[in-house]
């Protein structure tokens, strides 16, 4: 059965260091996302990207963020400088679908900032 | 601000019994509603999704929408060991918009 796979599965890095999340979504899905779940809180969305471009994004994606589709199968997420609070598991998905009737969760990346 | 409440939990049922989880939601815009199931360290998994008032059934679990009351509830029958994880209740506006706002989830435990 296709699945989104996410690399690395875990993530430890220096603050002020940038970051690269990536994501390759299931093949013929044309719809990607980045949510991310600090422990113990609540699922947030971050940004939704289709064609290309980036289709919306929360207040959370600010411009330390940036996503990419650099090649036909990989999505990233670019954190540029990161902070202690950037501390969390990042969930990459994607939908064949607008809105994402389903939404396809990979297994996440952990991101420990120290 | 939107948000969606869910009592944190845990719940815990025993096995075989019937599991009701409940949410409810802020924004009367909200159109679409979905259950993820969570396991511990591991990524949400879509169960269910309800867009129209009434009940939605599928195998062991129905979801219930009641808009006027902006409520979302979901039932697990024959409640086994292996539903124990924690249960994310989301909401979406319609409009064009598809950013889902989650609520942090009611921890289930069902003991045999």
């Known amino acids: 059965e296709p699945e989104v796979t996410q690399t690395p599965s875990h993530q430890v890095t220096q603050m002020g260091q940038e970051v690269i999340l990536r994501c390759v979504p299931i093949?013929?899905?044309?719809?990607f996302y980045w949510y991310r779940q600090i422990l113990g809180q609540k699922v947030e969305f971050l940004v939704s990207?289709?064609?290309?471009?980036?289709?919306?994004k929360s207040e959370i994606f600010d411009d330390q963020f940036s996503v990419e589709r650099p090649d036909g199968s990989n999505f990233t997420l670019k954190i540029r400088s990161t902070k202690l609070e950037d501390s969390a598991m990042y969930f990459c998905?994607?939908?064949?679908?607008?809105?994402?009737?389903?939404?396809?969760f990979g297994p996440g990346t952990r991101l420990l900032v120290l | 601000q939107k948000e969606v409440e869910q009592n944190s939990g845990p719940l815990s049922v025993p096995e075989g019994a019937i599991a009701s989880l409940n949410c409810t939601y802020s924004?009367?815009?909200?159109?679409?509603f979905f259950w993820y199931r969570q396991y511990s360290g591991k990524s949400p998994e879509l169960i269910m999704s309800?867009?129209?008032?009434g009940d939605k059934e599928d195998g062991r679990f129905t979801a219930q929408l009641n808009k006027a009351s902006q409520y979302v509830s979901l039932l697990i029958r024959d409640s086994q060991p292996s539903d124990s994880a924690t249960y994310l209740c989301a909401s979406r506006e319609g409009g064009g918009s598809y950013i889902p706002t989650f609520g942090r989830g009611t921890s289930l435990i069902v003991h045999p």
């Open positions: 998905a994607s939908s064949d679908l607008a809105g994402g009737q389903t939404q396809y």
């Open positions: 093949s013929n899905h044309l719809y």
């Open positions: 990207f289709y064609n290309n471009e980036i289709s919306e």
């Open positions: 924004d009367r815009g909200s159109q679409s």
């Open positions: 309800i867009y129209s008032n």
